[in-house]
């Protein structure tokens, strides 16, 4: 399983969804804007991405931070998608 989180410095929820998956002993590759990564280099990969964090799981953009937390209640995250990020 493959785990992006676009994030930035600053931003609560992008803590608490890293957070989250650290819990669950979940790796994921942060994508940080300002640290490497640029916002217009986020909107190539996430074109409707309008907030942060954004989380990509196997190729499949699952939203923020939220929808994150949903589906981690469900236990549902493991096999989860199976594209190509």
Same mark, same amino acid.
């Given at each position: 399983?493959?785990?992006?989180?676009?994030?930035?410095?600053?931003?609560?929820?992008?803590?608490? *969804?890293?957070? *989250?998956?650290?819990?669950?002993?979940?790796?994921?590759?942060?994508?940080?804007?300002?640290?490497?990564?640029?916002?217009?280099?986020?909107?190539?990969?996430?074109?409707?991405?309008?907030?942060?964090?954004?989380?990509?799981?196997? %190729?499949?953009?699952? %939203? %923020?931070?939220?929808?994150?937390?949903?589906?981690?209640?469900?236990?549902?995250?493991?096999?989860?998608?199976?594209?190509?990020?």
């Amino acid at each position: 399983m493959k785990v992006v989180v676009w994030s930035k410095y600053h931003c609560p929820y992008c803590d608490q *969804a890293k957070s *989250a998956l650290q819990q669950k002993n979940i790796t994921f590759e942060e994508r940080k804007i300002g640290d490497g990564w640029t916002k217009e280099e986020l909107l190539e990969h996430i074109p409707a991405a309008r907030t942060l964090p954004q989380i990509v799981i196997n %190729g499949d953009v699952i %939203g %923020g931070f939220n929808d994150l937390k949903k589906l981690l209640e469900r236990d549902n995250i493991i096999g989860y998608g199976d594209g190509e990020i």
